[in-house]
């Protein structure tokens, strides 16, 4: 039975890496889940309370790094507040209405169109700014999903060398 939940939770753990790039699919929570069901079902035996809580703060420093990714990227190709505010609420918008090209989109086109009104920044400088708020997103999506693929890794480190 033990193989079983573990394969089961390995399979959770893939899922959750797609997601990492997928938007759609909460990727990291998703491995967060994973180890924590797996930790409770064989009493913590693979790895100790404190891996999880590791895990925990792996994942939660990773999410929140990804969200400042998109900001930072925008920032650093000359956007101004409104654009960092535009990209990360259109993003969000775009996503909600349609899906991923929506999060593309909305990344770049918030942070474009905000610029204009807001700052009154040239459609160059403003599609300057919507290019490092897409940029930023992309690397946040890599990001979590190198985190997402080094987690699991180590999940299936730990229960080989325990079994």
Do not use: H, R
Request: hydrophobic share 60%; glycine share 16%.
């Amino acid at each position: 039975m033990l193989y079983l939940i573990f394969s089961l939770c390995l399979l959770i753990m893939i899922v959750g890496c797609l997601g990492s790039i997928l938007p759609v699919i909460p990727g990291l929570p998703l491995i967060w889940g994973a180890y924590l069901v797996f930790g409770l079902y064989e009493g913590w035996a693979s790895y100790g309370l404190w891996m999880m809580i590791i895990v925990t703060l792996v994942i939660g420093g990773s999410l929140a790094l990804d969200q400042l990714a998109t900001v930072i990227g925008a920032k650093k190709f000359g956007a101004g507040k409104a654009g960092m505010i535009g990209s990360v609420v259109c993003a969000l918008l775009g996503l909600i209405f349609f899906n991923l090209p929506g999060l593309i989109i909305g990344a770049f086109g918030g942070a474009v169109v905000f610029e204009m009104i807001f700052n009154k920044t040239e459609f160059n400088l403003a599609l300057k700014a919507g290019a490092g708020a897409l940029l930023g997103f992309l690397c946040g999506s890599l990001f979590k999903f190198v985190v997402g693929a080094i987690l699991t890794g180590v999940f299936c480190f730990l229960f080989l060398v325990k079994n």
